[in-house]
């Protein structure tokens, strides 16, 4: 198995045992390891360029003669050298970690104890308080005189340093973890633990690990003349015109073969028309995933219409996509597919995007190993259009002849570029949800629902789905991560499937009470999200709320990012 795909899909097997007893769904996942090996599109792709290539990259500046560049890198190298044995390893990964976590714990302690006011070794609240007050004087003392004098003098908003005093003395008062009133040393330096893991990301012990994973390094180990090695060998690449001076034409050059690393394209050939798709979203579901249960997948349709001429096609959307081709597919010599989406929620440009189809052989797809080659686009002409067609005539060696573009779309035909969503008389009415208070409406109201109460799943899918969720069969896909079935379908469609299941129910508020164990559906962020009752003596739902605000009966508990405290 590829390397790649070999440490995707262990980061998924510890994942997904960390998060279910689900044997079924583990079961399901080493079966689509063993397919996904031996898929000629996953195994052929080309390997990523290191990270520590751009690490290397920092450190050649504009005008450096090659020995100044190495001896840049020799007073580096000694730097990583944590225990100056004159090599980079795991022992100096350990010890810049105990290093660098001994700095944060004297950071923290240094923060809290600053408001020891009595001496004692703890900090109290009204301690805190009386600090933060002393430390922001200036500011609460103009804000008291433009309220005495009703005057407006730059930097004095009445409540700016009253909220920065309140939010201090919160978080600091929290780790107190064993509520005695008071902050010890040992607790204080707890203070800022998740902005210091960030920070810790930035770290020696992170550059360290980074070098190790230079090619010249041999079992975990890298030396001084290895890392130079491979330092000369980056600089005569940026030295194109080889007189030993790097200028800023050759980093700015080498900069932009870079970035297209990962986005190569395979030329059209002579005959081929380039066609040119692009969307947000579809408006159906997936009922297979990519990659991930927490990943919201789409699927919409590609209809390839009658003729000879072969079809060079690329496609471009938002979001996670499973393209269903249909039609004359033996006119496509080519497909290339990209999505905006490489994880939950989440965009990471340098891994892949989560894309597939289906009706097309593996030999004919192509993917790229980066998510940001191609910008997608619901308007053309538009500039990201313009941008996306020039990487493509630049990659294919041709211009598309056909552009189609919209924001959400149940089908493309292609080579036309018409474009068909679920019919209009199919569509759901403009729901306005009311709440409380009155509310006009002006003009024809006869398609619009004014929704005084709870929402109703199945409504709520078909508004934000309107073209439902389609079948796909998971042996038929190609995808750029390996497609395994959804435990539970994503968004309201997850929520329709648990209710028919038993699993759920809604209560007259339209909130959801869980008495069964189940998985939270994907994708509940922004307008998904939803209320949770987790009933007693029922276990916690696997998966990701995203922003649903679950409530736990047995503690009183809210959790989840949509709860109001």
Known sequence: MPGTAYAYWLEQWRSRMSRTSNVRSILALASSIVSVAASPAWSQQPQPAPAVQQLLLQRIPVGTVLDRYLESLRNDFFVVDADADGQI?????????????????????????????????????????????????????????????????????????????DHMVRTIVALDADNDGKVSMAEAAKFGAPTNRVRGANGQAERARQLLTIDGASKGTLTLAEYQAAGESLFRQVDTDKDGVISQQELSDFRARAERVGCEMPAASEKAKVVMLSSYETEALSSVTLGLQDNVVHAGRVVVEPGSEPLYVVIASYSPTIWQFSGAVERVERLVMTSSRTGPNSGDVNQRSLVGATGIAPERVHFFNKSNCLTYFNETPSSASLQTIAAIRSGAGKAPETVAAKYSVASFKVPSGAIESVPEQKK?????????????????ASNVIVQAGPSRAKDEMYRFSPGGVIEIDVKAVVSSVPATPYEVLPQQAGLVQLIA???????????????????????LYGAHSVTFLVMKGTPYPDGDPGHSCVIVEETGEKKGGGCRR
């Open 89 to 165: 390893n795991q022992r100096d990964i350990d010890l810049h970690t105990v290093m660098e976590d001994i700095q944060v714990r004297t950071n923290a302690v240094r923060t809290v104890m600053r408001y020891d006011l009595d001496g004692d070794g703890f900090v109290t609240e009204d301690e805190v308080r009386r600090g933060m007050t002393y430390d922001l004087r200036v500011q609460l003392g103009l804000a008291a005189f433009n309220k005495t004098n009703k005057a407006q003098l730059p930097g004095a908003g009445p409540d700016a340093a009253a909220k920065q005093i």
């Open 501 to 523: 299941s038993g699993a759920l129910r809604q209560n007259s508020l339209g909130e959801y009470i869980v008495r069964e164990k189940i998985r939270f559906p994907a994708g």
């Open 428 to 444: 759901g009415p403009l729901i306005i949800e009311k709440t409380q208070g009155t509310l006009k409406v002006v003009g024809d």
